[in-house]
């Protein structure tokens, strides 16, 4: 009878300090490593994000490393496998395609993956099991300065021949057709896949693993030079210091005037509204070969979870608030100036061209550019090429040694 | 030189009259090299708007400290600001002992193991680090040095002693063997002799040194990006960068950022600038 | 006696030592042993392939090209470095006024970061040298580092006027040590200014200009920073230099072993051209 009550007794000491202690866990102050690569319109949300975390869970407390997506993203990861990745990593939804493989990715809880749309999902997915968080999205194609276009009548063009008579008309009347600002490279490479997604990965969207076959190549597909192509349209029709301007001189040219389109994405809204609250855009995508071409869609922030973290649970937390807190979600928005991957969120700053996305959602003419990413990656290839046909378009290069030295680094196009 | 030359190029000196054509060239030369500067001084004061609506020649409308404010809070300054002087200080202070002493000791000592000292610092100035980058981080994190004060103060030390051997033992010759020797005869140990005889007249060299090194390692991005990443950690050099990148629309407030960063060392230069000349002079001459 | 003062010294050098080995050396070691690998940077496995990155390299048009960049760059800077600090030198020597402010005012930007002297002259050639053009009427064309045909030029400004003023100084030291009666002397054969100035101060500016010689070759072969803000290797790779050629490969092109074996060709060639610059230039001092 009294072993009976001493066992009894201490199994109730035990799980009262079983309850107790994962209590004081609860409690217990947390942190947790963040690896965010950051692109220009990003920066900035990481206080937006402590700030609803702190409200919900002030026990957790998120340690940020902010960095510059193109250049150091892959630098730091590369410096985290040596030594331990951090517990949360912000990157694109490109990143997963590269760093799941390797086997260092956690599965994404399907809790949360539940709160985000189901195209969230699609690209970020390998063999079934899905490990980014896809946050929110941009749209590429060309912007256009709305008001311009009513006034002088014009319409949206949809085969390369309604371009060009944009085109000439603009030089008429002494307007540059294209903005650009190709002293960034790696404007050459975003607009040259924007081209190959309308023109390559519309016909065969394996054309990447049948390049790293040997079945097509650069230098013998008619399509993937017709999109190297286009970059020459755009140089001979645009700044002739383009090579020199920066980002923000270009969108504050053509916000002003100066131009009537601009292949670009959703980043570029930020500038065009902090330069001119009232500019009037809308986007269109860039005309193909056959007159059908989508307008582009890129998943953009995505959440990644380290598969070794020592503290699943925080990190579960930090993804529960990421999906549910809609408030946040809404600032996050409004600020990057995105379209929202979480159900029955939207964001609420004017965008002017969001009847144009609309239209095109509406029609199905919308195509997820992760497929071409995923297909040839940017690190090392598309970054590379883009290098070559800036080469080519200055003069250094024929167009045949672009398209070789593509071909050549053909190792370079899988993160794999 | 003896007393006599010496007077003599004191005469040559005081008797030289300039050229005024040879005057105004050097004022425009001047004028060209200051100007860039007072580009950033007047863009740090301009507004957004500014930036693109007006000439980047003309003169802000008023003297906005906003991005000074703006430049405070995106680099964190006073974290960032602390850490790097922090960082610097106590790495100059470490190279310019530990320089001192070992140059000193290369330079009384005829052991051959001293000689392939000489030479294994000297060429580390040519080691390209940061071509040596995962390199270096894994050396730092299998030893516990990434993202600690002490680990980046030692990857500083460690890349800054091959350049300040070099520098101070060409300036040992300065240091007259004499006063040295009738010191160890009054029994003093060899520790001692240094820091009580020859330290005191390597003040030019050491200037020299502080000034080469601070500046070094207070622009130093890589390493400092590599080591100490994390927030409370972060270095102003580094802060600034990511106004140049990500943040590229921004540059009012890199302006006024770079402002900021540049003004610490060019007041230590200024202040220490008579013995930093002196310390030149006595390098050039021995080589 | 000899013993124990051995010991003292080697106790006042082992720390340092210590420090430069696990800090510089080891890291150099371990990249060789990266350069006979494959290893991509990231995943466990570091396959071994003996010098197949060796033999690559000497292929590898980019790699060729990066290093004709670096030595179109390191020539042009240490002739006009140089020269330019040698001419600053002399015309400030030559007894002008005011000394004191033209050496602050050329020394002052060697103390700001390549990283920030990069930001400054991409901006001082896109915005603010182009307005010149408009106040004073004139039609030059300041877009350098626009063009694949400028943008060396373009890079030797900005390198130049950030770092003549701190070779400056060293020249003027050395000048302000040549004895007086040397050129007295001089005077007295009959030699000009100019002979005397080619003759006697340039000998005795010997150690000086091995100084220099030196210090610019070898930073110039290591230029990096002054890129990653202003021209990023463009426009295209006009501008790339080895250490950019072999960041971009090592790390964005996910391959490090390859990268590796760069880095160490790039330090056995600084170390060749150090030697033969320093034995060069040795010889032809004058020892006073």
């Known amino acids: ?416 | 030189m003896t007393g006599k030359k010496k007077e003599k190029l004191r005469e040559e000196v005081s008797t030289k009259k300039g050229n005024p054509a040879v005057q105004a060239a050097m004022t425009l030369v001047a004028a060209m090299y200051i100007f860039p500067l007072f580009v950033i001084g007047n863009y740090s004061f301009k507004t957004k708007k500014e930036l693109y609506l007006e000439s980047p020649l003309a003169l802000p409308k008023s003297l906005n400290l906003d991005n000074y404010v703006k430049a405070f809070d995106k680099l964190n300054m006073q974290t960032t600001f602390i850490n790097t002087l922090a960082y610097t200080a106590v790495s100059v202070f470490v190279l310019a002992i530990l320089c001192g002493v070992t140059a000193w000791a290369i330079a009384r000592c005829k052991h051959k193991f001293f000689k392939f000292c000489y030479v294994y610092f000297i060429v580390g100035i040519l080691i390209p680090y940061q071509a040596l980058f995962l390199p270096i981080y894994t050396i730092g994190y299998k030893l516990n040095l990434t993202n600690t004060r002490y680990g980046i103060v030692f990857m500083y030390i460690a890349t800054g002693i091959s350049f300040g051997v070099f520098l101070m033992t060409s300036f040992m010759s300065t240091v007259p063997i004499e006063l040295e020797e009738s010191a160890r005869i009054d029994g003093c140990s060899v520790y001692r002799t240094y820091f009580t005889i020859v330290l005191p007249l390597l003040k030019p060299a050491m200037a020299t040194l502080i000034i080469m090194q601070a500046f070094q390692i207070w622009n130093d991005y890589l390493l400092a990006s590599l080591y100490v990443s994390k927030k409370q950690l972060k270095t102003l050099t580094v802060a600034i960068s990511s106004l140049f990148s990500a943040q590229s629309s921004d540059y009012t407030t890199a302006m006024a950022a770079i402002v900021i960063s540049v003004l610490p060392i060019a007041i230590l230069f200024m202040s220490l600038q008579k013995y930093f000349i002196k310390g030149m002079t006595v390098g050039a001459v021995k080589g | 006696m000899e013993k124990k003062l051995f010991r003292q010294y080697l106790v006042l050098v082992i720390p340092g030592f210590i420090i430069f080995t696990i800090g510089l050396i080891i890291p150099l070691f371990l990249s060789l042993r990266y350069s006979v690998t494959s290893w991509d940077g990231m995943s466990a496995e570091k396959a071994f392939v003996g010098l197949k990155n060796y033999i690559e390299l000497f292929h590898d048009k980019e790699f060729i090209d990066a290093w004709w960049f670096t030595i179109k760059f390191t020539i042009g800077n240490t002739i006009i470095q140089n020269v330019l600090a040698l001419l600053f030198a002399v015309a400030l020597d030559s007894g002008i006024r005011a000394q004191k402010i033209y050496r602050t005012a050329l020394f002052v930007p060697c103390l700001i970061s390549a990283i920030i002297v990069g930001f400054i002259w991409l901006k001082m050639f896109s915005n603010v040298l182009p307005e010149i053009n408009e106040w004073l009427g004139t039609n030059f064309n300041f877009l350098l580092f626009g063009d694949s045909k400028t943008v060396l030029g373009g890079l030797l400004i900005a390198n130049n006027w950030q770092w003549v003023g701190y070779w400056m100084l060293i020249y003027l030291a050395g000048l302000q040590s040549v004895p007086g009666d040397l050129h007295e002397a001089a005077k007295v054969d009959g030699a000009n200014a100019v002979q005397r100035f080619f003759h006697v101060t340039i000998p005795m500016l010997a150690p000086a200009i091995t100084i220099c010689v030196v210090g610019i070759t070898t930073g110039s072969l290591k230029v990096y920073d002054l890129l990653v803000s202003s021209t990023k290797g463009g426009p295209g790779r006009a501008s790339t230099s080895i250490i950019y050629q072999t960041y971009t490969t090592a790390i964005n092109g996910r391959r490090y072993g390859y990268g590796s074996a760069m880095t160490v060709t790039l330090v056995v060639v600084l170390l060749m051209v150090a030697m033969i610059q320093v034995k060069g230039l040795r010889k032809k001092e004058v020892q006073v």
């Not at chain 1, 150091?72 to 030594?83: A, E, G, L, V």
């Open chain 1, 1 to 416: 009878m009294n072993k009976k009550m001493w066992y009894t007794l201490a199994a109730c000491a035990a799980s009262a300090s079983m309850i107790g202690m994962t209590a004081a866990a609860e409690e217990e102050p947390v942190t947790l490593t963040v690896l965010a690569g950051q692109s220009t319109t990003d920066a900035g949300i990481e206080d937006m994000i402590d700030e609803a975390l702190a409200e919900k869970y002030p026990n957790i407390t998120l340690e940020w490393e902010c960095v510059d997506w193109g250049n150091d993203f892959q630098p730091k990861m590369q410096q985290y496998m040596q030594s331990g990745l951090p517990d949360i990593m912000i990157g694109k939804a490109q990143d997963v395609a590269t760093y799941a493989p390797q086997g260092i990715l956690a599965e994404i809880g399907a809790e949360y993956l539940d709160a985000g749309l189901d195209a969230a999902r699609e690209n970020v997915t390998i063999d079934g099991k899905t490990y980014g968080l896809v946050y929110n999205a941009l749209y590429q194609g060309v912007y256009y300065n709305r008001d311009m276009f009513e006034e002088n009548g014009w319409e949206i063009p949809k085969t390369q021949e309604d371009l060009q008579a944009i085109i000439d008309a603009c030089k008429e009347k002494e307007i540059t057709p294209f903005a650009s600002h190709m002293v960034d490279t790696w404007s050459i490479g975003n607009v040259t896949m924007q081209f190959m997604m309308n023109d390559v990965f519309n016909k065969d969207s394996e054309w990447g693993d049948k390049f790293r076959a040997g079945e097509v190549s650069f230098s013998d597909s008619a399509e993937a030079q017709t999109a190297y192509e286009y970059n020459k349209l755009i140089f001979d029709n645009t700044y002739e210091d383009t090579f020199s301007l920066e980002q923000t001189d270009c969108d504050a040219k053509m916000v002003l005037g100066e131009a009537a389109m601009k292949v670009s994405g959703s980043w570029s809204i930020q500038n065009f509204l902090d330069i001119d609250e009232n500019f009037n855009f809308g986007i269109f995508p860039f005309p193909n070969q056959t007159g059908d071409s989508k307008l582009i869609f890129e998943p953009n922030i995505t959440i990644m979870t380290s598969a070794s973290t020592e503290h699943q649970d925080a990190v579960n937390k930090v993804l529960e608030v990421l999906t549910t807190d809609k408030d946040l979600a809404v600032e996050i928005y409004d600020y990057t100036k995105t379209a929202s991957m979480l159900k029955d969120v939207t964001p609420t700053f004017a965008n002017p061209s969001q009847e144009d996305i609309d239209k095109y959602a509406s029609e199905n003419m919308i195509v997820d550019v992760t497929l071409g990413n995923n297909q040839l990656v940017w690190g090392g290839f598309q970054e590379e090429n883009a290098k070559d046909i800036a080469a080519w378009l200055q003069g250094d290069a024929s167009f045949e040694d672009a398209l070789a030295a593509s071909d050549a680094r053909v190792d370079a196009s899988s993160a794999n």
